[in-house]
């Protein structure tokens, strides 16, 4: 028994790949715009918790100040 022709799936034609390709090729990975290119380059905070865990986690192997 055949399939109803509303049960056969056109291949895809790749389309939205292809803007999605487009739209990164010309904006580049960090954005187009200077303030979100900086925001990418900038360096992570550290926070104060950051030196915690590391103080925990040298304690913690046997090592202590």
């Known amino acids: 028994m055949s399939r109803h022709p509303v049960d056969h799936r056109t291949p895809p034609e790749g389309g939205r790949t292809e803007h ?3 739209v990164e090729r010309q904006s580049g990975a960090a954005g187009s715009h ?4 900086a925001l ?4 992570a905070a550290r926070g104060a918790g ?5 103080a925990y986690a040298r304690i913690e ?5």
């Open 34 to 37: 200077p303030a979100s290119r």
């Open 50 to 54: 950051q030196s915690r865990v590391a």
């Open 20 to 22: 999605f390709a487009q």
């Open 61 to 65: 192997r046997g090592r202590e100040a």
């Open 40 to 43: 990418h380059r900038r360096p």
